[in-house]
């Protein structure tokens, strides 16, 4: 007998075998990633040295399994002290992003050092992504759903991620809130696959579409 949901009948729907098979390729694909990914790390990270300085990594804090706040790890795309006075979201022509970050985000790149967090176990591969701490809650008091996403890491990449792109407001993280809700309950190993091959095609392409 399975253990009544406490998110008013929102649950992560995939079995333990399930999730015992996700967790694994998780590992299996951060593993490997980073073994094929690391000579272009490598050259951003000395792209991103010969541009900036020392600041080549960014470590910002955001909610995952179980509302735990962990650090995720990116490459940095913003000017240093991009946000002095209270977190900000990017927004069109945004005059924080450097101009190197600008081709970083474009591409996705500048997330391949979360194949790290998905080695440590701070996220999955497929799932939400994961927000910070003062917009979760922002976000919780327009749709006191949210908090249902706790029960699952948050992922690299995800269906809101490819159809709506990056956010840059409330509203919209709110309508993405929709997306992670009906993967959470509809989430299977084929579905993260065919999501992964997407996002592949998204980075080598570049994503050239408006978000939502």
């Not at 809101?160 to 990056?166: K, S």
Request: with cysteine; aromatic share 8%; proline share 7%.
């Amino acid at each position: 007998m399975s253990e009544p949901c406490p998110y008013e009948g929102i649950c992560f729907r995939m079995t333990p075998t399930e999730r015992r098979l996700k967790r694994a390729f998780d590992v299996v694909f951060a593993l490997v990633g980073i073994a094929t990914v690391w000579p272009i790390m490598a050259l951003l990270c000395l792209i991103l040295f010969i541009g900036g300085g020392r600041h080549v990594f960014y470590r910002q804090e955001r909610q995952g399994l179980g509302g735990r706040v962990f650090n995720i790890l990116k490459f940095r795309t913003m000017k240093v002290n991009a946000e002095v006075d209270k977190p900000r979201l990017e927004c069109p022509g945004d005059p924080r992003l450097t101009r190197i970050g600008a081709v970083l985000r474009r591409h996705h790149l500048d997330e391949l050092p979360q194949l790290w967090n998905v080695l440590r176990g701070d996220m999955s591969v497929v799932g939400p992504r994961p927000e910070r701490p003062y917009f979760v809650r922002l976000i919780t008091e327009r749709d006191p759903r949210y908090p249902a996403l706790f029960q699952i890491r948050p992922g690299l990449t995800s269906e809101a991620t490819l159809v709506n792109g990056y956010t840059d407001s409330i509203e919209k993280m709110t309508r993405r809130l929709e997306f992670d809700l009906d993967y959470l309950e509809h989430a299977t190993l084929g579905g993260d696959l065919r999501l992964i091959l997407r996002t592949i095609r998204v980075v080598i392409c570049g994503d050239k579409r408006p978000s939502l």
